[in-house]
T-cell receptor, first 113, second 116 residues
Framework: GAVVSQHPSRVICKSGTSVKIECRSL??????MFWYRQFPKQSLMLMAT?????????EQGVEKDKFLINHASLTLSTLTVTSAHPEDSSFYIC?????????FGPGTRLTVT | AQSVTQPDIHITVSEGASLELRCNYS??????LFWYVQSPGQGLQLLLK??????LVQGIKGFEAEFKRSQSSFNLRKPSVHWSDAAEYFC??????????????FGGGTRLMVKP
């Protein structure tokens, strides 16, 4: 139980384009999902908290207009990287909350060329 | 604000040897504490967690961790390491947030390498 999927697992896009990453809770409903960013050989940094039916809460320093988050249902949150640049290349991981625990997706490797 | 420190960036142990990964936290109240493992290019898998009660917690894959309030530590241990344990290990502290439940702050991670 408590499986979280992400799609796609890898994506390569050109600079200036937008990319959408999906995070799904497969066997449970999640009112809260989280989006993290991880640079190579570094820890996870929380980007934003996504609550179903309301606006996401972004961490300090994260551009909300660049990283659009939509949590339209209890099983799906999406992160759209708009006008992507090479510095947006990173590993993006989502998690879904059940009570006091978070269950993590497998991550999405984004490469912007 | 809460913080987590993992003093060891890299650790190398021989297969079959014992392992201890250190984790120190800073938080004003009783924390929720977690250890996660991450294989290359993968998401995070929960090894174990401490919420309350017995300070020695058992997890999956033969791991255990001990919460020591006086030392603000939550070290991860395993009596005999297997080659498949080579991975990145993250300690995290959870802070209750009314809207989001448990917000996690991660340590910098410890990369474990296992020698044959």
């Amino acid at each position: 139980g408590a499986v979280v999927s992400q799609h796609p697992s890898r994506v390569i896009c050109k600079s200036g384009t937008s990319v959408k990453i999906e995070c799904r809770s497969l066997d449970f409903q999640a009112t809260t999902m989280f989006w993290y960013r991880q640079f190579p050989k570094q820890s996870l940094m929380l980007m934003a908290t996504s609550n179903e039916g309301s606006k996401a809460t972004y961490e300090q320093g994260v551009e909300k207009d660049k990283f659009l988050i939509n949590h339209a249902s209890l099983t799906l949150s999406t992160l759209t990287v708009t006008s992507a640049h090479p510095e947006d290349s990173s590993f993006y991981i989502c998690s879904a909350r059940i009570l006091y625990e978070q269950y993590f997706g497998p991550g999405t490797r984004l490469t912007v060329t | 604000a809460q913080s987590v420190t993992q003093p060891d960036i890299h650790i190398t142990v021989s297969e079959g040897a014992s392992l201890e990964l250190r984790c120190n936290y800073s938080y004003g109240a009783t924390p929720y504490l977690f250890w996660y493992v991450q294989s290359p290019g993968q998401g995070l898998q929960l090894l174990l967690k401490y919420f309350s009660g017995d300070t020695l917690v058992q997890g999956i894959k033969g791991f255990e961790a001990e919460f020591k309030r006086s030392q603000s530590s939550f070290n991860l241990r395993k009596p005999s390491v297997h080659w498949s344990d080579a991975a990145e290990y993250f300690c995290a502290v959870g802070v209750l947030n009314n809207n989001a439940g448990n917000m996690l702050t991660f340590g910098g991670g410890t990369r474990l390498m296992v020698k044959p």
